[in-house]
């Protein structure tokens, strides 16, 4: 009988567990749910776009998981900067961790992009796979990660073909202090980005060709959180004196290979200004590409192998490696006295 009894104790404890359960997970779906209604017309309130046919939650009992069809959201006004679509958005919550949301688009994207003001650019985005994950800390969003796999990209300027990317990443934290705190905290956010094997034809008559290997950089953004959004507020951050401390980077395509680190800020051009040093190794290839590129003319090229070889002589860097300023100026970037490209304004 004492058995019997401790095996119905026990019996009735695992069937109250898995209703209170059962009871969490329906309250928990139904609370996010409710909270994506609010998100939306949060952002409908603020001019944005946020449209979805149907709503819907699986995922019981492990995780969470709303699926939204036929997502658009796009930016404010009536011809906003940019417009996302896509046929399906999954979200993925586990239970016992809120503060983490995991989001994926395993349905190509219609992207809509409105660059300088200009006419409306229309691409696709199809990847193999398309993950971010959101982390959040009272209520606000601390952290954001993002990765790309197998993607392709055609449409709007990419005339030459689709544009592949084997991979690319991109990672945003909040500054130490999470809420915004202008300059007495003066680490607004640090982002960190990796692109890797990407080829499009369009680059192949350029000096780089049209395989880059990999671009990577880790930077901190500084300054005071601008009042307004868009370009509006990078324009203010930047006249608040706002400056990127690029603490790496990295470029590997065709005969450029760098490596650099300092401080870039935009001039009032909305052009990229900055200060950094470098190392650049095998000049005499990137220099070739040049001169084919129509970039340098002979005169130039000549002028150029011959000043980085005495750098390199004098430096005695190691592999054929140069340590040299680089420098971005007037619209052009400078690696030591070459001239490698003409910088256009971001927006």
Do not use: C
Not at 69 to 81: E, H
Not at 136 to 151: E, N, S, T
Not at 322 to 341: C, S
């Amino acid at each position: 009988m004492k058995v019997n009894f401790r095996y119905a104790a026990l019996s009735g404890i695992v069937l109250i567990t898995i209703i209170a359960y059962t009871a969490y997970w329906f309250s928990l779906a139904e609370e996010i749910v409710y909270g994506i209604a609010k998100w939306a017309e949060a952002r409908r309130g603020e001019g944005m776009v946020v449209e979805y046919s149907a709503l819907e939650v699986t995922g019981f009992p492990l995780r969470v998981q709303p699926q939204a069809s036929d997502v658009r959201i796009s930016g404010p006004g009536a011809d906003p900067a940019w417009e996302w679509r896509s046929a399906r958005l999954v979200g993925n919550v586990l239970p016992y961790s809120l503060n983490r949301i995991v989001l994926s688009t395993p349905e190509p994207q219609d992207i809509r992009l409105r660059i300088n003001g200009g006419k409306p650019e229309n691409y696709l985005l199809k990847p193999d796979s398309a993950f971010a994950s959101l982390t959040l800390k009272k209520g606000r969003l601390v952290r954001a990660d993002m990765d790309i796999k197998g993607g392709m990209l055609k449409g709007g300027r990419l005339q030459a073909g689709p544009l592949n990317i084997r991979r690319a990443q991109l990672h945003w934290r909040m500054g130490e202090n999470g809420a915004p705190q202008g300059l007495q905290n003066p680490v607004m956010f640090d982002l960190s980005a990796k692109l890797e094997n990407m080829d499009y034809p369009g680059f192949a008559g350029s000096a780089l060709g049209s395989h880059l290997t990999l671009i990577a950089m880790t930077a901190a953004i500084e300054g005071a959180w601008p009042s307004g959004t868009g370009v509006a507020a990078i324009r203010e951050w930047r006249d608040a004196g706002g400056v990127a401390q690029l603490k790496a980077a990295e470029i590997d395509w065709g005969p450029l290979k760098l490596k650099m680190a300092g401080t870039l800020a935009l001039d009032e051009k909305d052009r990229p200004i900055g200060s950094l040093t470098g190392q650049l190794a095998g000049h005499e290839g990137l220099i070739k590409g040049l001169l084919d590129a129509g970039q340098l003319n002979q005169d130039e090229a000549d002028a150029a192998n011959t000043g980085l070889g005495l750098i390199a002589m004098a430096a005695g860097g190691k592999n054929g490696e140069l340590n040299l300023p680089l420098v971005l100026q007037d619209g052009e970037m400078f690696i030591g006295p070459l001239r490698i490209a003409k910088l256009k304004p971001l927006y």
